[in-house]
């Protein structure tokens, strides 16, 4: 007769969180789109997005922003597992369309 012994490893970890792209430059008021890549074991219990402390929107890892914005804002996709917490987050700013135009005097 033949045994066998098959070990199964599970490797369990705290949430590990990417916000993409980084360092995002927009023209004011442009829609934009954000993606929170996370991996954890055990699975997230949770997914928040905040802009500065305030949190926008939960359970999408797709963060799309609409009606565009005004004035530079981090944003930042929190996960949340029963191990922990990991956060990413990214920069946007914001440029303004300049129109310069120059008037000829004689």
Known sequence: CHYY????FYVI???R???TPQNLIVMRNTPFNLTCAES????????????GSSEIASQVTVHSVGGGISEDTTYTCDVRSSLGSGEGSTRVTVHCKFIYRMKHFI
Do not use: C, G
């Open 17 to 19: 969180v990417q916000v």
């Open 13 to 15: 970890d705290t949430p």
């Open 5 to 8: 012994l098959v070990l199964i």
């Open 40 to 51: 954890s074991n055990p699975a997230r219990t949770s997914l928040v997005w905040k802009s």
